[in-house]
């Protein structure tokens, strides 16, 4: 078995983790909050924490790559955050604008394939423009998908699926009889890709925020008390360490899965 150890210091410890690398969950999706308490704490602007956060999605989207992960997905910005102050909203805006140009030519070197969910005809028109034009330059890519929940939330997406269920059934594209759980899964707009393995939240919130509500039915949840600027390598190899620890049963039982049922 393959197996990536890491030794690091932690308050004078030396503590190792193995990564099991046959082992590694396929989609890894994050909730990346913490950015306002993390400038807070260092007695500066939101946006400052907002551009520490910026570096820290460098890191993780890195970490990720090199470790063989072949889906990550970042809560990169919801419906509700267009209520904050404008001065912010436009700020991030501009960071994921000047991400989007920083990142594109390291993202096609580095066979990483950009992908957007949410409503994105929502973000400001020149945002629009460059996401497009990355989304165009990544689509060979097929090493790694990143993919950025970008104006999204949950029900606005199951309401979105139902809408084009209703929409097709009307047309005669589709038969109600026939829809299932996959057939529903092709109408949200993660379509294409596998429901996530680990749902990391940084900052210690204990909710979901509306994020991938159908896709986190059995996704396995950690919740660090990390603020987002704060999570780095060490923090993510944690968080597959621990779920590398558990036993995903899927509903049935642990002698089911190890053969052991009589």
Not at 88 to 93: D, K, Q, R, S, T
Not at 148 to 175: F, M, N, P
Request: glycine share 6%.
């Amino acid at each position: 078995i393959q197996r990536l150890t890491l030794l690091w210091s932690q308050k004078g410890v030396c503590i190792m983790e193995e990564i099991d690398k046959e082992k590694l969950p396929h989609h890894i999706a994050i909730i990346m909050d913490g950015n306002g308490r993390w400038a807070k704490k260092k007695f500066l602007n939101r946006i400052s924490g907002h551009i520490k956060g910026v570096k820290a999605v460098r890191e993780v989207v890195t970490a990720c790559r090199e470790l063989g992960i072949k889906v990550l997905t970042l809560y990169a910005f919801s419906i509700e955050n267009w209520r904050r102050p404008a001065e912010e909203v436009n700020a991030l805006m501009g960071l994921l604008k000047e991400y989007l140009q920083k990142e594109c030519a390291e993202m096609v070197q580095n066979n990483i394939r950009l992908n957007a969910i949410g409503r994105v005809e929502d973000l400001p028109l020149d945002v629009q423009t460059t996401l497009r034009e990355t989304l165009e330059k990544t689509k060979p890519c097929d090493g790694m998908i990143l993919n950025l929940a970008l104006s999204y939330g949950g029900r606005s997406e199951i309401l979105h699926a139902v809408q084009g269920i209703l929409s097709d059934l009307q047309k005669g594209k589709s038969k109600l009889e026939e829809m299932t759980v996959q057939r529903f899964h092709e109408y949200l707009w993660t379509h294409g890709i596998p429901d996530p393995d680990l749902l990391i939240r940084t900052s210690g919130e204990f909710r979901v925020s509306n994020f991938l509500l159908w896709q986190i039915a059995y996704t396995e949840l950690y919740v660090t008390d990390t603020l987002w600027p704060d999570f780095d390598r060490k923090e993510l190899l944690k968080a597959i360490a621990d779920y590398q620890s558990r036993e995903r049963r899927f509903g049935l039982t642990s002698e089911q899965l190890n053969g052991r049922e009589e």
